[in-house]
């Protein structure tokens, strides 16, 4: 039987998520956009109610809950500050399932039991979707390997403790057979983390380019194995895709009930915005698309919890998602008109944020080619 339904159980998470957002982030999302620095104060909130163990077992310090409310939490953080959400994202896609026991004690219990952050390591300045363009290398030394190399748009680097890097231990291979993934602390040698980079949106993350000067990891903590880093990459990438679905759901369904009253009360020729028939009409196509978005999603995220085949859905549903979600924005800020550009209203913060969704986690155009590639295959 197919069922469209919440549990219980999920319901109220989802009302300790709006809530939290609506009271919590909502006070500092405007100034974490304007100063272009994340409240830390608000990520130990979080911290504190769980929020980055959304979808792990209790038996390494998470909840317990699924991947389903994980997206319910992106949804409703994203209504009102996608930094924050962003920020919640790339903590949860390091990919948990490919630790050794010994490694989820070291490394995810501190991640998910709210004690530490991390960060994801990979795309390099020649190498963005072309993923095997990197030229970071880890070079092996005894029981140890040497990481040298610069990555860029790392988010959550600026505060993160766990990097998970990726960098080429044999060169002599195409980089999907010769790519190893590293847990490393931020405190190790050699970890130079820059300022964070100057942004058109999600200014409130944490965003740098991270140099790696001579770092030495021990070969204990290699995730998924010597060579096996690449597919690593692309599985956090999977489960990080439908993440980036529920952030553009969440924005796009934030930015649509701010306009919506907005225009309930502001008059134009006499009567409210919402009176005219062409705004009545898109915005029912907006809402129509948001709910197409959000279905997609769940989809995705079902899909995982059940352990299924997740990659083309993931794909399918964070391009339609993000795609909407751009047009969703782009028409709230119309149905304000001048308001709607200015920063008193937060769509304009939302039309500006919402774009990266059509980039990060994979850009749109390697959404399709994922899609197409399981069609056709």
């Known amino acids: 039987m197919v069922s469209f339904q919440l549990t219980d159980e999920q319901k109220d998470m ?60 992106m949804e409703e953080i994203s209504k009102v500050d996608a930094s ?12 948990a399932e490919f630790a050794t026991p010994e490694q989820k004690e070291k ?43 610069a990555k860029i748009f790392t988010t959550n680097s600026g505060f993160a403790d766990t990097f998970l890097v990726f960098a080429l231990t044999d060169k002599s291979v195409p980089a999907h057979k010769g790519m190893t993934a590293f847990l490393v602390s931020k405190e190790t040698p050699g970890v130079e983390v820059q300022p964070d980079i100057k942004r058109m949106g999600i200014r409130g993350a944490s965003n740098a380019e991270v140099y790696y000067n001579n770092v030495r990891v021990h070969k204990d903590d290699i995730l998924g194995g010597v060579g096996k880093g690449f597919k690593v ?16 759901v969440g924005i796009a369904q934030g930015a649509l009930d701010e306009a919506i009253k907005y225009c309930k009360e502001r008059k134009q020729f006499g009567k409210p915005i919402t009176a005219f028939q062409n705004t009545q009409f898109r915005m029912a196509e907006d809402q129509a698309n948001i709910n197409a978005a959000r279905l997609l999603t769940w989809q995705a995220a079902v899909a995982k919890d059940n352990h299924e085949n997740y990659n083309f859905l ?8 993000s795609t909407i979600a751009n047009d969703v924005c782009r028409h709230a800020v119309q149905y304000m008109g001048g308001y709607g550009y200015c920063r008193e209203y937060s769509v304009e913060r939302k039309l ?9 986690e994979g850009t749109s155009e390697v959404m399709k080619m994922v899609m197409s590639g399981s069609m056709l295959r």
Request: glycine content about 10%; aromatic content about 8%.
């Open 314 to 321: 993931a794909a399918q549903a964070k391009l339609f998602a």
């Open 233 to 248: 990459a692309m599985k956090a990438l999977d489960g990080g895709r439908i993440g980036i679905a529920a952030q553009s």
């Open 14 to 73: 989802q009302e300790l998520f709006r809530k939290f957002a609506q009271e919590q982030v909502a006070a500092a999302a405007e100034e974490m956009d304007e100063n272009e620095k994340m409240n830390m104060g608000l990520v130990q909130q979080m911290q504190e109610l769980g929020f980055f163990g959304i979808p792990f077992s209790e038996e390494i310090g998470g909840t317990g809950m699924d991947v389903l409310t994980y997206t319910l939490m």
């Open 107 to 149: 490394w995810l219990r501190p991640l998910v039991d709210g004690s530490k952050v991390g960060c994801f390591s990979l795309t390099e300045p020649n190498a963005g979707s072309d993923v095997a363009g990197a030229t970071t290398s880890a070079e092996q030394d005894g029981d140890y390997y040497v990481i040298n190399g």
């Open 84 to 95: 924050t959400s962003l920020t919640l994202s790339v903590h949860t896609s390091l990919c």
């Open 352 to 360: 500006r944020d919402v774009k990266i969704c059509e980039i990060y």
